[in-house]
């Protein structure tokens, strides 16, 4: 949003973000605290991978590590299982909370995110994770006020650095309801290391290799969501631009509607991938409008993601939004990063209907067996596309395109047989000047699919 800017309104602009942002932390800390003291926050359980759980904490801060010079690194034992069961939101706020902090008072040196098993019994697992830093530490008397509430270790500590001090008495608080323990280990100008443990049941167990090479494949955005269908119900101009210039920057392409009759109507003749459904808007709410939607679906045996969009923060928000049939939540202002973590999250470029086609033919070893066969076929006929584009050979790029069309139709690839489609008809037309671009998506759309594909055999 800054690029189109001269460089002292960029300035100013980041100025005015970074002052939005330290108020929104303040806001959400607040309410957060208000929850947790009233007993209101509540626990949701998924399968997660621990991995991504402690790569992404210190995704959100490479930036500002850069800043400082400093070096930032995430290390997970390898005994630690691959798939947990908890509250993924809440540990990547826990673990969010102290990195931020680590990068915050840390001048020089690095921040490390670390991940190990502790003892393994009964399908559970105790896991510690350590944010470790090598900042300016912490006196003993600053570590007794650390966790609790509005306090920080010292009162230059607030003047020199901001901060409610409410974010480590929040960490606390979520840790317990857990059945876990934080704490602390610090000495002034030495660092510190803090460290939670938690008991978390053991998830469904995915196949090591096919998740290791689904992570190594993982494309950048572009590629991957490029052929993403989404939707952004909102009223408001300047949010609508705001919101469809992030969509933009992580490679998606959106369509845009004023109110939740014109979302209605929109779903009923696209079947869009994502709908980012503003819940207050004239004619008819968001709430209204998820609602209509849900029943027209129904009668259709299909359903669209919808993902809340609001300003509300209070408790019971989310909660009156997924029972208004909507599948996630975004707050406002929104940020990039959760828009990317919605997309990331909900879009599946993989037909559901075509892989449950698959399934009922046979078991799991063989719809395993017939991913790997599409996937390595695929791979070798995106290389021959490749040279072929190259050499200028049309007919090889044709019947390349139309072979590999059929196959990824079968697998319910959608994306990959729509960009097949178009390959075949330029090199039909003997235009191929358009086909890198085409096989560049091609490529982050086979990337996303074989993602996609190998967590559907994993869990056959």
């Known amino acids: 949003l800054f690029r189109s800017l001269a460089p002292q309104q960029a300035e100013y602009a980041r100025t005015i973000r970074g002052a939005g942002d330290a108020l929104l932390g303040v806001i959400n800390d607040i309410l957060d605290f208000s929850k947790a003291e009233a007993g209101g926050m509540t626990l949701e359980v998924t399968d997660f991978d621990p991995r991504a759980l402690a790569e992404d904490a210190v995704a959100l801060f490479t930036g500002k590590a850069k800043e400082k010079g400093l070096a930032l690194a995430a290390r997970v034992d390898p005994k630690v299982p691959s798939r947990l069961r908890g509250d993924v939101g809440r540990l990547r706020q826990i673990l969010s909370n102290l990195v931020g902090n680590a990068v ?26 350590e944010v470790r830093d090598t900042g300016i530490g912490i006196s003993p008397e600053g570590r007794e006020r650390l966790f ?42 030495r660092g510190s290391t803090f460290w939670l443990e938690v008991s978390l049941p053991v998830g469904a167990a995915a196949d090591p290799a096919s998740e290791a090479k689904a992570r190594r494949s993982v494309p950048p955005p572009v590629g991957a969501w490029g052929r993403s269908k989404i939707l952004v119900a909102e009223d408001n101009p300047i949010n609508q631009r705001v919101v469809l210039l992030q969509l933009g920057q992580l490679g998606c392409r959106a369509d845009v509607v004023a109110d939740g009759r014109e979302a209605v109507a929109a779903t009923a003749a696209i079947p869009y991938d994502i709908v980012f459904m503003d819940c207050q808007m004239p004619e008819m709410d968001g709430f209204e409008a998820t609602a209509q939607i849900r029943r027209r679906e129904e009668r259709l045996g299909r359903r669209t993601v919808i993902v809340a969009m609001t300003a509300n923060a209070m408790e019971g928000d989310r909660e009156r939004c997924l029972a208004a049939g909507m599948d996630d939540y975004v707050p406002k202002p929104v940020r990039p990063e959760a828009l990317a973590e919605a997309v990331r999250r909900w879009y599946k470029p993989v037909d559901a209907a075509a892989v449950a086609g698959l399934l009922a033919l046979g078991d799991g070893a063989m719809f395993r067996e017939l991913t790997e066969q599409f996937l390595g076929d695929a791979e070798r006929r995106a290389a021959e ?47 191929l000047s358009g086909a890198p671009k085409l096989l560049a998506v091609l490529a982050g759309e086979l990337a996303a699919v074989a993602d996609a594909l190998r967590s559907a055999a994993a869990k056959a």
């Open 104 to 129: 915050k008072f840390t001048d020089h040196g690095s921040v490390t995110v670390e991940a190990r098993l502790l003892d393994e019994a009964e399908a559970r697992a105790r896991v510690r994770f």
């Open 148 to 189: 609790k509430a509005f306090t920080q270790a010292d009162a230059s500590t607030t003047r020199k650095y901001g901060g409610t001090g409410l974010g480590l008495a929040i960490s606390k608080k979520l840790v317990e309801a857990m059945g876990g323990d934080i704490g602390v280990d610090a000495e002034p100008g």
């Open 385 to 431: 596309l490749g040279k072929s584009a190259a050499a200028g050979d049309f007919e090889a790029v044709r019947l390349t395109a139309h072979t590999l069309k059929g196959s990824s139709g079968t697998m319910g690839a959608r994306g990959v047989q729509d960009l097949c489609g178009q390959l075949e008809a330029a090199a039909a037309a003997k235009d």
